[in-house]
């Protein structure tokens, strides 16, 4: 089954000592899942019971969690673990102040002095969670917070990661395919969602073996158009359609299957039937954006200088009023993670780093026109991870 090896997760929490003893910390306390996962493999449905990761210096590990989660650790985790249960939230006993009573009995234990948070709060919140902080209830233990510290270790992908980044991009173009072949006249996005999805995740399943099993999703293969239809292609973000495809719809569909935890994102610009010459002209601008980000992408440049060449562009074709969002986002464990390809960052891209390339030209009453990729930044440029037609000519269905 296609996942992250054992080794692989020892060297990341190795390095994450190496960091915190740097930084002069004895311990780091972690609540972000995808953080949680990319230490460990172990990935949860986080809800409002606090669920954290304790990391020593020395590699030694700890997990704080709900009795929802018993046991689950060990199910997608072989790393060793010192396990600490409480029964729900809020509790008798509110889980965060269990959780301190347990750091404050591992700190003797272990020799903890200084711990880093990854929040003050020890949580990560959401679904209507409440509680004190945990850095107040820590006693003499000396605390800072530290929000970035796997997120920075994240950025640089390694050969495994991209491996499994890639497979994704295999896969979404096979989803793409499927898709197109399904779309018609009458039908509805998300029937030819839900067709295209159960196929894939079924080729998946072959490919990869009897032992396969998604890490991190119910759903292997998810191929979508979220309501990018004709008109309602417009909104980038539309989330749903109320009309069938129609002939001379521009569509937008993208897939991004998880493999082994890791995500891709491939979308492309469709056109049901013929395209008028006013689609084509926009098809064609929106190529440009796209050429003059990719020209932009090498190691050294900011994240900014890459979004600011897209602007360019667009200024020059009398088009900046129709861009809607920046050109692009770091991806990986995450949908979206840095770096973000913005006007307003201040990141060096660097090799190993992993983005997405998605200029897009939004018109009212006609609709949205993007491709999106993945790339790996490399030593002298780009790779990209994810290969589909680009034209026009070969994207009408």
Do not use: C
């Amino acid at each position: 089954m296609p996942k992250v090896g054992r080794q692989a997760l020892l060297r990341r929490i190795a390095e994450l000592g190496r960091r915190l003893s740097g930084l002069g910390y004895d311990a780091y306390y972690v609540t972000n899942p995808e953080n949680i996962f990319y230490l460990t493999n172990y990935f949860f449905l986080q809800t409002e019971r606090p669920l954290a990761l304790l990391v020593t210096a020395r590699g030694e590990l700890a997990l704080f969690a709900p009795m929802v989660e018993y046991e689950h650790f060990s199910l997608r985790s072989d790393l060793p673990v010192e396990e600490h249960y409480y029964f729900d939230y809020p509790g008798e006993v509110h889980p965060v102040k269990f959780i301190a009573e347990r750091i404050g009995e591992l700190a003797k234990r272990w020799g903890i002095e200084s711990l880093a948070l990854e929040t003050r709060a020890g949580a990560a919140g959401g679904w209507g969670y409440s509680g004190p902080a945990l850095a107040d209830l820590l006693g003499r233990l000396k605390t800072a917070v530290e929000p970035r510290l796997v997120e920075d270790m994240r950025l640089i992908k390694d050969d495994e990661e991209i491996a499994l980044i890639e497979e994704s991009g295999r896969w979404a173009a096979r989803g793409l395919e499927i898709a197109s072949g399904l779309m018609a006249e009458g039908r509805y996005d998300w029937e030819v969602a839900l067709e295209a999805s159960l196929e894939l995740s079924r080729e998946m399943k072959k490919a990869f073996g009897q032992d396969y099993m998604p890490l991190r999703e119910s759903v292997p293969g998810f191929v979508g158009f979220r309501g990018q239809i004709g008109e309602y292609s417009y909104y980038p973000h539309s989330i749903s359609a109320p009309r069938p495809f129609k002939r001379g719809d521009v569509v937008g569909i993208g897939a991004g299957p998880e493999v082994g935890g890791y995500y891709s994102e491939l979308e492309r610009t469709l056109v049901l039937g013929g395209a008028s010459q006013e689609v084509r002209r926009y098809f064609d601008a929106m190529l440009e954006l796209r050429r003059a980000a990719l020209d932009a992408l090498r190691p050294g440049a900011s994240a900014a200088e890459v979004d600011r060449a897209v602007r360019a562009k667009a200024e020059r074709l009398g088009l900046a009023e129709k861009l809607r969002h920046h050109t692009g986002h770091g991806i990986g464990l995450g949908f979206h993670e840095r770096p973000y390809l913005d006007v307003g960052s201040d990141e060096v891209l660097r090799p190993g780093m992993v983005v997405t390339v998605e200029p897009g030209i939004y018109v009212r009453r006609l609709g949205g026109f993007r491709h999106s990729d993945t790339a790996l930044i490399t030593e002298d440029g780009y790779k990209l991870l994810t290969k589909y037609p680009e034209d026009l000519d070969e994207l009408m269905v």
